[in-house]
């Protein structure tokens, strides 16, 4: 068995909380717009494994250091990770067809901000957006997630809310 944190849209914001929610953890992985290298460099501090992508709104030293879609098995669970990636009915551009071809069972994504974990029945798919965990873009809630994977199953998932860190300070930009 196996615990995952999976986190995305930081944007160069470090929130000491990863690293208490994320502490038991087996893996970590981010889906983009890491912002900067010091937030993976944290993650890497806080469990064994890190795996994460580039998004759209980073730079050079993370699109050298990293790939754009990341395929790998954990637990004898399959997983995509890429950044720009939709949801069921309203994929991006390619995402469906990579889809059909790698079979996933779980595929994670961001960018929207918007917390999603939801089966794509037709693919046999859990897609899940881990929603924003920065404090970039107009989300009101940040949020992270944690499942835990047993023997090619999914065995649970855990969504987790950040209180409001401009009334209880808890983060802060990375240069």
């Not at 909380?17 to 993650?43: P, T």
């Not at 889809?99 to 929207?112: A, E, N, R, T």
Request: glycine share 10%; proline share 5%; charged share 25%.
């Amino acid at each position: 068995m196996k615990t995952i944190g999976i986190i995305s849209d930081t944007h160069s914001y470090w929130d000491d909380r990863y690293a208490v929610h994320f502490a038991d953890c087996d893996e970590i992985w981010h889906a983009g717009d890491i912002g900067n290298e010091q937030v993976l460099d944290r993650l890497a501090d806080v469990a064994p494994v890190v795996r994460a992508v580039w998004g759209n709104a980073d730079g050079q030293p993370l699109r050298r250091r990293l790939k754009e879609t990341e395929l790998f098995t954990v637990e004898g669970v399959k997983v995509m990770l890429t950044h720009i990636g939709g949801y069921p009915g309203r994929y991006a551009p390619g995402i469906r067809n990579r889809l059909d071809l790698y079979q996933p069972k779980i595929f994670v994504c961001g960018h929207s901000h918007i917390l999603k974990v939801m089966p794509d029945r037709a693919l046999g798919v859990l897609v899940v957006n881990p929603g924003a965990a920065g404090r970039q873009g107009w989300q009101k809630v940040r949020t992270l997630l944690r499942l835990t994977l047993d023997n090619g199953n999914i065995a649970g998932c855990q969504i987790i809310e950040l209180a409001d860190d401009r009334l209880h300070p808890q983060g802060h930009l990375l240069d």
